[in-house]
T-cell receptor
Framework: DGGITQSPKYLFRKEGQNVTLSCEQN?????MYWYRQDPGQGLRLIYY???????QKGDIAEGYSVSREKKESFPLTVTSAQKNPTAFYLC???????????FGEGSWLTVV | AQSVTQPDIHITVSEGASLELRCNYS??????LFWYVQSPGQGLQLLLK??????LVQGIKGFEAEFKRSQSSFNLRKPSVHWSDAAEYFC???????????????FGAGTRLAVHP
């Protein structure tokens, strides 16, 4: 089936460890996005990428890093520099000349 | 910079009642406008979108929204709410890019809808 796959769905990490969230899409979409969701704050954009090997910072990029080595993959690394990493993370994608962003099912990250 | 305001954090309606969720945006031109719905712990599903043309747009699940330029609003409506509509609803705007389309979406804080039987 076509879609956006995020893994893992649930992840627990100790404070100070880096963690990488996977996002893969088989929709042949050009652009990919990472959003963070906290209760009462809606979705905030972390990073986005419109083409392979290029990406831009969103509104809350500090403490995060991404790569876009393949069109279908856009992994997000939550580094130890991120002050409050516990959140729900959503990956999304769209065709560049298309107008709708489609979302994955999300990944829950808990840092203890 | 563009921004999105959803003034109502929580709304409770009775099943069968009508619904209106408010969305106001701040942007100099006409943005791309979206409404998404999210069930707990899930991703977002697109309900409807507006880019240009007819200001009343129809979406899935019986929802509609009306773009009002003079009020910078894009309110979501449904004439008769079902218990399965209980969820969180997000309004989003995309600023038009020079090359056409938009680059990213900015989301409102969301409105959580509860439906009483």
């Amino acid at each position: 089936d076509g879609g956006i796959t995020q893994s893992p769905k649930y992840l627990f990490r100790k404070e100070g460890q880096n963690v990488t969230l996977s996002c893969e899409q088989n929709l042949n979409h050009d652009a990919m996005y990472w959003y963070r969701q906290d209760p009462g704050q809606g979705l905030r954009l972390i990073y986005y990428s419109q083409i392979v090997n290029d990406f831009q910072k969103g509104d809350i990029a500090e403490g995060y890093s991404v790569s876009r080595e393949k069109k279908e993959s856009f992994p997000l690394t939550v580094t130890s520099a991120q002050k409050n990493p516990t959140a729900f993370y959503l990956c999304a994608s769209r065709v560049m000349d298309g107008n709708t962003i489609y979302f994955g099912e999300g990944s829950w990250l808990t840092v203890v | 910079a563009q921004s999105v305001t959803q003034p109502d954090i929580h709304i409770t309606v009775s099943e069968g009642a009508s619904l209106e969720l408010r969305c106001n945006y701040s942007y100099g031109a006409t943005p791309y406008l979206f409404w998404y719905v999210q069930s707990p712990g899930q991703g977002l599903q697109l309900l409807l979108k507006y880019f240009s043309g007819d200001t009343l747009v129809q979406g899935i699940k019986g929802f509609e929204a009306e773009f009002k330029r003079s009020q910078s609003s894009f309110n979501l409506r449904k004439p008769s709410v079902h218990w399965s509509d209980a969820a969180e609803y997000f309004c989003a705007v995309g600023a038009r890019a020079q090359a056409g389309g938009y680059n990213k979406l900015i989301f409102g804080a969301g409105t959580r809808l509860a439906v009483h039987p």
